[in-house]
């Protein structure tokens, strides 16, 4: 079996959850090639593979343009195998009010991109304030600040569930196999 991650990351979370995700099903002894949309070009056709996820983080309650020219372009592709799809954001680790504009974000991918994922999961990303410039750290704190998440610049913060894509990776694994 072979498992292919495709993953649009802008700070480096996404990439980091695509990686973790595919060393967890590479222990599994299943292949697993990892890339990253900004890094093939808009025409790239997607490998031969069982199965794909696509990981993309939502910034501005966007996705990375790549990923989305991507995912339409190879969307047949998309469309014949099982697939999940990784909503990266920090509002996944927010309130209901939050996970409803993180849901709506992805139903626009899914609208915009004409792919329906066989699974769409909603995984916490991070607050990067030591990578920020002066203004983006002083938003992302405003938005911290709003919803009750850590606002000291000094340090970064992980919001990611490592276990809860554990089980994902795994239940996404046992449904291939089953």
């Given at each position: ?36 949309a900004a890094s093939v070009k808009p025409d790239f056709c997607l490998p ?131």
């Amino acid at each position: 079996m072979k498992l292919l991650i495709l993953y649009g990351s802008t700070e480096g979370q996404t990439r980091k959850i695509a990686r973790f995700i595919a060393d967890r099903i590479q222990a599994k002894g299943i292949m697993v090639d990892v890339v990253d949309a900004a890094s093939v070009k808009p025409d790239f056709c997607l490998p031969l593979a069982d199965a794909i996820i696509v990981a993309a983080s939502v910034h501005l309650g966007s996705y990375q343009s790549a990923i989305q020219h991507l995912v339409t372009a190879n969307r047949d592709v998309l469309q014949a195998i099982p697939t999940a799809f990784l909503s990266v954001s920090l509002a996944a680790a927010g309130d209901a009010d939050d996970l409803q504009d993180v849901k709506a974000c992805a139903e626009r991918f899914v609208s915009v991109t004409g792919w329906m994922p066989g699974r769409i999961e909603h995984v916490a990303g991070a607050f990067r304030y030591t990578e920020y410039d002066f203004f983006k750290r002083w938003i992302m704190k405003v938005i911290a600040r709003q919803h009750g998440q850590p606002t000291d610049a000094s340090q970064d913060y992980e919001l990611t569930d490592w276990l809860a894509l554990e089980l994902f990776a795994d239940e996404f694994i046992g449904q291939l196999e089953a």
